[in-house]
């Protein structure tokens, strides 16, 4: 019994020892609420808040890559030369180790992909099709048809 009482003594000291007490005091920015109050609105309208000329990402689509090279001096010039053809169109570099990889456009579809392969094949020999995640095209809105 005593060895009974000693347990449920200790139990209790132990239990006691661990307790906390005191106040949880919150600091944050006060910008968090502001983005958490987007947020809502954003999800009220549906997610139909576009803003023109800004990319909105979308799902998935595909680049075209044109030009994969671990010298980086050399890949620039091919997005150079690239953007002087080809103004309108995006074109992004990645880099995997050893190389970089130069890819181009925000396609939809692979057909559109396959189009401007056909066109970039007498200038750019090595072009492969990329499914990857993409940046929908800007929007024309009416306001920018005006200006």
């Known amino acids: 019994m005593k060895i009974l009482f000693t347990f449920i003594g200790c139990l209790l000291l132990f239990k006691a020892s661990f307790a906390q007490k005191g ?17 809502l609105e954003v999800y009220k309208t549906g997610g139909d808040v576009v803003k ?5 990402v979308s799902g998935y689509g595909y680049r075209v890559q044109i030009f994969y090279g671990s010298d980086r001096r ?12 080809y103004p309108k169109l ?6 995997k180790e050893p190389n970089y990889y130069v890819r181009v456009g ?4 692979r057909l559109e992909a396959q189009r401007l392969i056909n066109e970039l094949r007498p200038t750019f020999p090595t072009l492969f099709i990329f499914r990857e995640k993409i940046n929908a095209p800007t929007l024309e809105t009416a306001s920018d048809d005006q200006k």
Do not use: C
């Open 106 to 109: 925000d396609f939809r579809t």
């Open 74 to 85: 050399e890949v620039f010039n091919q997005q150079a030369r690239f953007k002087g053809s």
């Open 90 to 95: 995006n074109t992004y570099i990645v880099y």
């Open 52 to 56: 023109s000329n800004k990319p909105i």
């Open 23 to 39: 106040e949880v005091t919150e600091i944050k920015d006060p910008k968090i609420d502001s983005l958490i109050a987007k947020r």
